[in-house]
């Protein structure tokens, strides 16, 4: 179809058929009676030839209009097929937890579309871990990047970095003079216990910061007030620098915001509570290229 339609858009272009005939590596011959053929097909004279030269009758100016159009249109699906086929086009589904997807959103995603500009991201959101499996598994997400504690024999798991729980301090809360370094911790270590007196922000029971969090709380055999429950780590960390309280949460949450130099992290207890970062998807699922690359990125970043 396109070389039929470049025909009279060449002969258009030049006004002539014999130099169109070059240009198109046909004969003038034959070339002249495809366009004899093509205006008793359509039931329009397409060129007035009037003395020597090919002039566009108004028919003829529409047809080479359409005709630019669908030829452009076509050379832009081959070019597509051809990005598909090579893997520099494609579509990702995967989700992401609402604590992770604002660094993934602001700090990931925007290197990896400057090399990758033809890749669409369709991201899903969920508060929990359950959540983001559930959907992986009913096969409506390729894959997901979260933070875990324990892993399915039926899913693949590529660590891609590690995050620690953390108390968030204000920056220059008094607690913090009391801090010092402890082998095996990435903060200024301090006993959990001095902070029975201190309000807290703890986030949605169902999520796991505040589980650990609860745990802490029962292990150091203290009952803290927490006086404001709210649904993400960042909301936490934001309640924080405004006063309402000190928080437990993924050390992460207060390192990669707006709110990081207002605030200090402190770590507790007698070890470490770690988590890998790890993009998580079922053991058939074969990443595409691109999809290596984004899973690169991701790893440059978290380690």
């Not at 002249?32 to 093509?38: A, E, G, P, Q, W």
């Amino acid at each position: 179809m396109k070389r039929s339609l470049n025909y009279v858009i060449r002969v258009s272009e030049y006004g002539n058929i014999n130099r169109a005939a070059e240009e198109l590596f046909i004969t003038p011959s034959a070339l002249s009676k495809f366009i004899l053929t093509r205006e008793r097909e359509l039931g329009v004279d397409l060129f007035d030839r009037s003395g020597k030269k090919f002039a566009l009758t108004y028919a003829g100016e529409k047809y080479v209009e359409w005709a630019k159009k669908i030829v452009y249109m076509l050379d832009c699906m081959e070019n597509e097929m051809t990005n598909i086929a090579q893997e520099k086009a494609g579509v990702m589904h995967f989700g992401v937890q609402i604590m992770q997807s604002k660094i993934l959103l602001s700090r990931i995603i925007p290197g990896f579309e400057k090399s990758h500009p033809d890749i669409n991201l369709m991201v899903d959101h969920s508060y929990t871990l359950n959540g983001l499996l559930s959907n992986l598994e009913m096969g409506f997400t390729d894959f997901v990047i979260t933070s875990h504690h324990q892993k399915k024999d039926e899913l693949a798991y590529q660590k891609i970095g590690e995050i620690e729980m953390a108390l968030i301090v204000p920056k220059g809360h008094s607690g913090v003079k009391k801090a010092k370094e402890r082998e095996g911790f990435r903060y200024p270590w301090v006993d959990i216990r001095n902070f029975e007196k201190e309000n807290f922000i703890s986030l949605n029971k169902e999520q796991e910061p505040r589980r650990i969090t609860e745990t802490v709380f029962e292990m150091a055999d203290i009952t803290p007030h927490i006086n404001l429950q709210v649904p993400t780590s960042e909301l936490a960390v934001c309640s924080v620098v405004n006063g309402l309280g000190l928080t437990i949460t993924y050390d992460f949450s207060a390192k990669f915001n707006e709110y990081a130099e207002q605030v200090e992290l402190l770590s507790f207890g007698e070890t470490a509570m770690k988590r890998d970062i790890s993009i998580i998807y079922k053991q058939d699922f074969v990443p595409k290229s691109y999809e290596k690359a984004f899973f690169s990125h991701c790893k440059d970043f978290f380690s």
